[in-house]
């Protein structure tokens, strides 16, 4: 199995920026993808970023390119989203994501996911 554990999540100001991680542990070893995903209050859970745990392969969501950038630690076990630019429309729980079937391109559907954290609240204010 394997676990999820989301941090760096939390309060800031509009235009501001934060960084949320995500350290696998367990069998970390079958994993080829991770990403990210969130729900803010009252919409369906979203699909934010995702990084092929190589770091060769990249995928993200309309909403946040540009703003919005996924690396992953191999060696950690660890994936990372650093959000610049927040707008309050960034506002939602954010969660981490994993999965040991390997792609072309990280997948952006949460049911190409196995593994999940149990999500870290980004709250951005005006």
């Known amino acids: 199995q394997v676990q999820l554990d989301e941090s760096g999540g939390g309060l800031v100001q509009a235009g501001g920026s934060l960084e949320l991680s995500c350290a696998a542990s367990?069998?970390?070893?079958?994993?080829?993808?991770m990403g990210w995903f969130r729900q803010a209050p009252g919409k369906a859970r979203e699909f934010v970023a995702a990084i092929t745990t190589t770091g060769k392969m990249r995928n993200y969501a309309n909403s946040v390119k540009g703003r919005y950038t996924i690396s992953v630690d191999t060696a950690k076990s660890t994936v990372y989203l650093e959000m610049n630019d927040l707008k309050q429309e960034d506002t939602a729980v954010y969660y981490c994501?994993?999965?040991?079937?390997?792609?072309?391109?990280?997948?952006?559907?949460?049911?190409?996911?196995?593994?999940w954290g149990q999500g870290t609240r980004v709250t951005v204010s005006s």
């Open positions: 367990g069998r970390t070893f079958k994993l080829d993808v």
């Open positions: 994501a994993a999965d040991s079937v390997s792609a072309t391109m990280p997948g952006d559907l949460e049911e190409e996911y196995e593994y």
